[in-house]
């Protein structure tokens, strides 16, 4: 009798938990299908153009310690992807103040090293300084507030890159000897992002220049309230200095007084500050030899994850795309590509972006290709080289050299090729997807490839013997060397 009634209990579990797993696949796959909807319906009318151009920051900002640079959130390319790309360029010892955005952030560390700290709600604060040493293990209150506790701050270097959910502050310190570098893409038509296709970022220090909101919605803003009296009249502050002082005091249990200094009405310092000492953090040093251990558990894990051995509080922020080491695919006479998405950083699948490190030798060429699932925001990160985009109808909508500095954006499908300078050409690209694909045009593992000799011959009107030579003179994957041929077919 106790066996049966075990065996139908058991059986009850298994049903609940068999309709309760199918629940939320259902919930997440909806939530994707809305993602997606809603990108393209925002964008259905944005991705009609004719030319595409290589653009420059339309707008610099100085702070105290640093620059911030951002790009015309009203080219037609970026409303297209629904992105906004900022640079900030942070001085030693400079610290960018914390802030969180209405959008998801991927940042790419382009150069230098420093720490960056991301305030996570709901986790603790796993971070503590150690202060000194007791026999007493029962310590004071005034002992325990003697010793600071914070969550976890990571160390950030060239290569690496970083993902940020929406709505989650962080800051990033410059502890180099040389500048730090920052390319941030938020993407204001990711399904986190409940406002409007305006960035905004909501800043827990400093004061903030106006020039730093998003100028998409601008001039419609000021049709109704006119630009002279929004400049006259309209301060744009920290979030402390928007609430009543005496509120806060309570809220913070503390003094008006502080309360005030938090505000920071008369700080004209912009939102990367000089830090005077060298700040104090707890932080452990990263050792060559740990970087490497992760590495390898990061390819024995195969970028998996079970859903346990990882809460969204441990989550890795971070991963570097600069080692060679790790490249997915290298020709040492052309280069290397490197890929991150939520297959080695499991964040990806909640931000729904991915990006890849992508690395020419002079003259080499990446194979033309398309992205099947993504816009490719695409920031030269050193050299030069000559880029073709292709759209629909045949023509190109953009043919033209890129230089280091550079963001030009290839729209989901248009055809693209590079092929690198005298110098190389090196890039970053955001990709709109966590797990974006393209299809190769050229090479071995190409569209041409798959297709029967035939069906080519026919299609271009050219002999099977052509035919097999477009299939097969190009046996290289991805990145090409600079071939005899493709000389003297310039010549």
């Known amino acids: 009798m106790g066996s049966s009634c075990l065996l139908s209990l058991t059986f009850c579990f298994l049903v609940l938990f068999n309709c309760c797993f199918a629940q939320i696949e259902q919930v997440t796959s909806q939530r994707g299908q809305q993602q997606q909807g809603k990108r393209r319906s925002q964008q259905q009318n944005e991705c009609q153009f004719d030319r595409i151009k290589a653009l ?15 790009w015309d959130e009203n080219d037609q390319q970026f409303q297209c992807a629904g992105v906004v790309v900022i640079r900030h360029t942070i001085k030693q010892q400079g610290l960018l103040l914390p802030s969180y955005s209405n959008t998801p952030k991927f940042i790419y560390v382009d150069q230098g090293r420093g720490f960056h700290g991301a305030a996570i709600p709901g986790c603790p604060e796993t971070f503590q300084s150690s202060g000194q040493n007791s026999r007493d293990r029962r310590e004071s209150s005034e002992d325990q507030q003697q ?14 890159v970083v993902a940020l959910p929406a709505g989650v502050a962080d800051w990033f310190y410059n502890n180099g000897d040389s500048p730090l570098v920052l390319v941030q893409l938020l993407d204001t038509s990711n399904a986190a992002n409940q406002l409007d296709q305006d960035f905004r970022k909501f800043f827990l220090a400093g004061n903030p220049q106006q020039e730093l909101q998003s100028q998409r919605s601008s001039n419609q803003r000021g049709q109704h309230e006119g630009e002279s009296r929004r400049g006259q009249q309209e301060r744009y502050r920290n979030l402390f200095g928007g609430f009543d002082e005496r509120l806060l005091a309570e809220a913070f249990n503390v003094d008006t007084k502080l309360v005030r200094r938090m505000r920071n009405e008369n700080d004209n310092r912009g939102i990367i500050v000089q830090v005077q000492h060298e700040l104090q953090v707890v932080s452990p040093q990263e050792s060559r030899e740990e970087e490497e251990r992760e590495r390898e558990h990061q390819r024995r894990q195969g970028g998996g994850s079970n859903g346990l051995e990882e809460s969204f509080c441990t989550a890795r922020l971070k991963h570097n795309i600069n080692n060679p080491e790790d490249a997915d695919v290298f020709n040492p006479q052309a280069g290397r590509l ?44 050193r050299g030069s080289g000559r880029i073709q985009i292709v759209g629909d109808n045949g023509q190109a909508v953009f043919d033209g050299q890129v230089r280091e500095g550079q963001v030009i954006t290839a729209p989901q499908n248009f055809a693209v090729v590079k092929k690198a300078g005298s110098q190389g050409l090196e890039w970053v690209s955001f990709k709109t997807n966590d797990n974006a694909q393209i299809s190769q045009m050229a090479g071995r593992v190409s569209v ?18 052509d035919a097999r030579k477009l299939k097969n003179n190009r046996d290289e994957v991805s990145v090409f060397s600079s071939s005899q041929e493709s000389r003297r077919g310039r010549e």
């Open 56 to 70: 420059e920051p339309a707008r610099r900002i100085k702070s105290e310690a640093g620059v911030t640079e951002i």
């Open 147 to 160: 010793k600071d506790q914070h969550q976890k701050v990571r160390q950030v270097r060239e290569g690496d």
């Open 448 to 465: 041409i490839r798959a297709i029967p000799e035939d069906v080519l011959a026919n299609a271009f009107q050219i002999s099977r013997e």
């Open 338 to 381: 490197t890929t991150v998405n939520s297959l080695n950083l499991p964040i990806l699948r909640h931000i729904q972006l991915s990006a890849q490190r992508g690395v020419l030798y002079p003259n080499a060429l990446m194979t033309p290709n398309w992205n099947i699932n993504a816009h490719s925001i695409c920031y030269v990160t």
